[in-house]
């Protein structure tokens, strides 16, 4: 399928292809003078921990991720680039100028709540085919997936008022500025101040005006009334320029009753940016609701994260909606997402081979093998009860009794019984033999499918403070194999 009959064009004009580690590069030659270069390999992308120490993660950047890979190739402009590092043969220069991806992948869908360790992407491949696409697939999942799950604490935090993301000044750069208002918005912002993003990701825009549109003017009155006669049907106004509660609050309703009102049209909202929000909201919904304008929306911004808000609302603050910036964009508690990207297994012919990671720290033992990954619910109440991963191709019955267990040790172990859940295959096929087979869902419908999603995750997962720990659990026969090659490991000399 070409990207152009995609319900969205998320295709990106540059060449990005040498968006790589240059180990990524100097690794593939040393497969191709192996002769390893064409072995079958499978890599799982996953991270370890979880944002702000929360209880979960909402998955995104897979639409870049499909634009990446159709778009894959080497210039001549990049192979000359190669060969002037005087690092590579010729032979193996030649092998990247007829490089393109021939692998597959499939994904968990963009805006699924995820958990640690399991697979979000699974990439099964030629080795070289799967190596030099690790940058790639980390940049792109990290960073949206990280803005998505920040932008979801945000939305539950304002409880059902609308969260506007206002980032862009203080991403960093133009593709964080964007794309982070894309993931800002799969994770349930109301809308972005970020023209482009606008444009590229079809996502409503938002904007009113800053205090040097108010200090322009001769006085703040005629910037308001500047404004309304321009935009008498929208028209929201910046109150704290001077004094919010003493100039800007009497002059936007003087702009109200003297020219909006008697024109047919009402004041759409005031916005604060600045002083104790709380107080000043109050003050404000009192003069405006003595006014007769109980329905002007009062709208917040000054650096507000999921804490400040969930504080001012408990303070009883009055607000409709709030204006998120750097705490949204950057994410700027935790700025970054630790996505992994680790070999899983090897196939020698048709056999697989289960490759393991081990280390020190325990939270660093990978998963082993070619594996599969479900999600299970009650069937009665539809809640998530878990995810479960298997090895490839196992087989869960449904009217059986299931049990999963803990990734560490057999005896945490829990049993659901046969009749009672149901079951997804979160993994779904993108790529099959280099070829797109996944019909991409519109951004809307990414946004709609996570908000859905999350009915079903209980809210101890998706409180704040010391969430519940959701489930992650293996099958009986990965578990059995991971112990077995953590005891191997311990005799390899």
């Not at 979000?120 to 080795?127: E, G, H, P, S, T």
Request: glycine letters at 6%; one cysteine or more; hydrophobic letters at 40%.
């Amino acid at each position: 399928m070409e990207l152009y009959d995609q319900k969205f064009d998320f295709r990106d004009e540059r060449n990005l292809s040498l968006v790589m580690d240059f180990y990524e590069l100097t690794m593939s030659q040393c497969y191709f003078n192996s002769k390893t270069k064409d072995k079958i390999v499978t890599f799982d992308l996953f991270y370890r921990k979880n944002p702000d120490q929360g209880g979960y993660a909402v998955f995104a950047g897979l639409e870049e991720v499909i634009g990446y890979i159709q778009k894959l190739h080497f210039t001549k402009e990049d192979i000359s680039y190669l060969r002037s590092l005087k690092r590579f043969s010729e032979t193996f220069l030649q092998y990247l100028s007829e490089f393109r991806f021939t692998g597959d992948i499939y994904a968990v869908k963009e805006g699924t709540p995820v958990f640690p360790n399991e697979p979000l992407i699974r990439v099964k491949a030629k080795l070289i085919d799967a190596q030099l696409i690790e940058t790639a697939l980390l940049l792109c999942v990290n960073h949206q997936t990280m803005i998505a799950t920040k932008a979801r604490r945000i939305v539950r935090a304002a409880g059902g008022r609308a969260i506007m993301e206002f980032g862009a000044r203080r991403a960093h750069n133009f593709d964080a500025a964007n794309f982070g208002a894309r993931a800002a918005y799969i994770g349930g912002v109301a809308g972005t101040a970020t023209t482009y993003a606008g444009q590229k990701f079809k996502m409503p825009v938002l904007g009113t005006m800053a205090h040097s549109f108010v200090q322009s003017f001769d006085s703040e009155y005629e910037a308001f009334l500047t404004y309304a006669q321009s935009y008498p049907e929208s028209c929201t106004v910046l109150l704290d320029t001077y004094d919010t509660l003493h100039s800007g609050l009497p002059n936007a309703i003087k702009v109200a009753k003297q020219y909006l009102e008697p024109n047919g049209y009402r004041l759409a909202g005031v916005r604060i940016d600045s002083g104790d929000i709380a107080y000043l909201s109050k003050k404000i919904r009192k003069a405006l609701d003595g006014a007769g304008m109980q329905d002007c929306s009062i709208v917040v911004s000054n650096s507000l994260d999921e804490y400040l808000i969930t504080s001012l609302i408990s303070q009883g603050a009055q607000i409709n909606s709030m204006g998120v910036g750097e705490n949204l964009v950057c994410s700027k508690s935790t700025p970054v997402f630790g996505g992994v990207y680790k070999l899983s297994s090897v196939f020698e012919g048709e056999k697989n081979i289960p490759k393991i990671k081990v280390s020190e720290n325990v939270e660093k033992v990978t998963n082993p093998g070619y594996k599969d990954l479900y999600r299970i619910y009650d069937k009665e109440s539809g809640m998530a009860l878990g995810d479960l991963m298997t090895l490839h191709g196992e087989k869960i019955d449904i009217d059986q009794d299931l049990t999963i267990y803990h990734q560490m040790n057999s005896w945490k172990n829990k049993t659901i019984l046969g009749g009672t859940y149901v079951i997804e295959d979160l993994l779904q096929p993108i790529f099959i033999n280099g070829k797109l087979v996944y019909d991409a869902p519109s951004l809307e419908e990414i946004r709609e499918h996570s908000k859905e999603a999350f009915t079903h995750i209980w809210d101890e997962i998706q409180r704040f403070e010391y969430p519940q720990t959701y489930y992650v659990d293996l099958s009986k026969n990965l578990l059995d194999l991971k112990l077995s090659m953590l005891e191997e490991v311990k005799h390899v000399k």
